[in-house]
């Protein structure tokens, strides 16, 4: 049931608004979190029989076509498609067992946006673990930082142009990378959501993309990184904006 939202906070190196200008920023393009290849969860997708593993996969691949939709939803779908007499309270058991759909997808999602802007000629420095097992055909554009804590994680921000966003299989709410991003000066570059529509405004004090067209995505970053003086306007303005309304104060 929904209820008012709580803002998700962030939090800022440079509280007087003294951050690094983009046109001395040292990276082009960061991203901060950890990868996991999704057929690593196949060990929990296969663990019964060919017509589990079938129904799991219905499932990812539904999302997989429609990322705006979730994976609650799709579920469901499919639980009372497969059960039409299950209960509520069968259908809350059963999600609460399959958390290994929710890492899929969002390590896939996150691995494609990786994969895709390096393909397509980019740079793009990641900090977490497990990015040296992304399949990738242009892998040497794929600077691999290794893991981080937090504040190594808002220092590699503070010294990026861009910094990367992949939405989690939540649809009504945000993610502190965002507000993280913008705290520290760099222009956040993001998938939305129901929540996210009602904040941020695209060209303003962010850059939207879509999972469904994630074709479109490196012409949307190479658009940014040609126009230094934009890059640094919605840098502005996204700090202003998370400095009024997203600090953890």
């Known amino acids: 049931k929904r209820g008012p939202f709580l803002p998700l906070a962030g939090t800022s190196l440079y509280e007087d608004g003294n951050y690094p200008k983009i046109k001395d920023r040292k990276m082009d393009l960061v991203f901060v979190g950890n990868y996991e290849p999704p057929e690593n969860f196949n060990i929990y997708i296969e663990r019964i029989d060919d017509e589990y593993t079938a129904f799991y996969m219905g499932v990812i691949n539904e999302l997989k076509e429609h990322p705006d939709r979730l994976l609650e939803d799709v579920m469901k779908k499919h639980i009372l498609r497969e059960i039409p007499e299950a209960t509520f309270e069968e259908i809350r058991e059963t999600m609460g067992n399959i958390i290994f759909l929710d890492m899929y997808i969002r390590f896939f999602f996150r691995g494609e946006v990786i994969r895709i802007l390096a393909e ?6 990641v900090f977490g673990s497990g990015w040296e097992k992304l399949m990738c055909t242009k892998k040497e554009n794929i600077i691999i930082g290794g893991s981080l804590d937090s ?8 010294e990026a142009k861009i910094s990367l966003n992949v939405m989690p299989w939540f649809k009504d709410g945000a993610h502190d990378r965002i507000f993280n991003t913008m705290l520290n000066g760099a222009v956040c570059v993001t998938d939305s959501s129901i929540y996210l529509d009602t904040i941020l405004q695209d060209g303003d004090n962010v850059a939207l993309y879509s999972l469904d067209s994630l074709e479109k995505l490196p012409e949307i970053i190479k658009g940014l990184l040609d126009d230094p003086m934009r890059m640094q306007r919605i840098a502005d303005a996204g700090y202003q904006m998370a400095k009024n309304g997203h600090t953890w104060e």
């Open 151 to 158: 504040l190594g994680c808002l220092k590699k921000i503070a």
């Open 120 to 125: 397509a000629g980019l740079c793009v420095h």
